[in-house]
């Protein structure tokens, strides 16, 4: 099945000659990226975080700023951000970490803004505003990833895929088994000699670096990073991907950001009240499957899995 | 040399004293009871030795007097201290076996490296060994056929045997138990106290709050009386149960001939 999958989705631009389509399926694969980082804060470790587009944008700039200013190629700049992002994921959990729930929402929202905030402001670096023109895109040997999307829609196949391999390694994991335990109930998984702020701090730098690795993808891509790319609605959304897929499940956050991708291109038709109808259909897949979509099928893996596995 | 040793811990919240100077000690291989009236602050000394909260004053020593003052509660369960909690608190979303699971997590060290090597040998033999161990737990206490359940489709004794395995999947030296009898029938009751004799025979050491006297006096080599934050009698089962002190705390007024239920 999930070979199946692999094929058609590999096969899929040589069938599909439309660029249209491939373009936004390259957009839901990044979607999916983020999607699947937030879900290891969100889903695994059930830390509500809010600012995480905060550390796509650092990714992005670290690329970008490294390919102007040192000529960095694409793929040095992919550890560096992934890196760098995976740093402040660790750096801003520092004082995040000391609270909880509703009051840590509110902790990493404000370091969204900061980030996006400083990012606008320190002009000299970052171009303000107006943002960063002119980065490389990829290259491999002699070919040159230009403007057709088919090149880049392999690759983040292949940087979605290697994600949620290593995504699902973790939640089997003896770290995956104390993150979902915290999630339940902190105390008790504490009481258990499970260290919660250090695994929270692996949270945040491992779904951090995801990210980060996801905003050197996009600066590559666009050619272009500025500061608007990366405001709440878009901590928001990657968000709701992860909860309409159904939290803690990976493949559900592939779904839920390929839907929440898909769906509004659809709509495309119905113009100004495209997002009206895409706001009413959040609400009644929410009430059909408050699990979202695919959550309660993984609850139901996980019991299964457990042994057959060992 | 005792296993744990409190000395005169104080605990304040705000104006209220919880815990006055409160000095007892749990021999090694010993079922120790902690008895006392709703509120007397049972439930907050074991927070204070298990690390959750921190009393303003006093000791508490484990082994080799190593203290145990100013641990978090993580560094406090390497250390060899398990528990569980009045108020029943599993992991609701993860099965019955994974609850067990999480318990071995002290007793097992695979990191991120070995979670994402792809040719991960040495933590798929580790996760075999805790899988092992949890469950043999689960056959122990007759919940084996549950194992991939979800842990709130359990029954409530069944959810308190629960507890009870994820605690001692940590292999503890000292193991803390609230309540553990609490609600259950009285074939679980019996059951419970026929385990918790095995465990003492196997060596590990027992410190529990209980009220129901059926459950604490035949058991307990050692049972200590809080009354109101402070320690109004400790001594043995039959000490304590004839102890004027006692009756008054457990009755409200002095003894005048009546014996309370169950003393």
Redesign the interface.
Known sequence: MRTAILVVLISLPFIDRNPYHVEVLTTAGLYALLALGLNLIVGFAGLLHLGYAAFFAIGAYTYALLNLRAGCPFWLGLPVSMATAGVAGVLLGLPAVRVRGDYLAIVTLGFGEIVRIVVTNLEPWTGGPNGLLGIAHPSIGSFRFGVDSRPYYWLILLLVEGTAWACARLRRSRIGLAWVALREDELAARCLGVDTTRLKLIALGLGGGIAGVAGCFFAAKQGTVTPDSFDFILSVMILAMVILGGLGSVRGAILGAAVLTIVPELLQGFSSYRMLLFGALMVVLMQARPQGLLGLAQIRRELRGRRAAA | MPLLRLERITKRFGGLVALSEVSFSVERGSIVSLIGPNGAGKTTLFNCV?G?IRPEAGSIRFEEEESLMGL???Q???LGI??T?QNI???????V??NV???T??R?????L???WPW?FA?HQ???W??DRS?RLLEQLQLAPF????ATALSYGQQRRLELA??LA?DPELLLLDEPAAGLTYQERQELMAFLNRLKGQGLTVLLIEHDMRVVMPISDWVVVLDDGATIAQGSPKAVQEDPRVIEAYLGAKPDGVRPHGV
Do not use: Q, W
Request: aromatic residues 6%.
């Open positions: 298990t959750v978090t509660p993580h406090v369960a390497e398990a528990r909690f608190r599993l992991f609701a979303n993860m099965s076996l994974e699971l999480a318990g997590y002290v097992t060290k695979s990191g991120l070995e979670a994402l991960g933590a580790e996760e075999r805790a899988i469950m194992a991939d359940h979800l994820r605690a940590s």
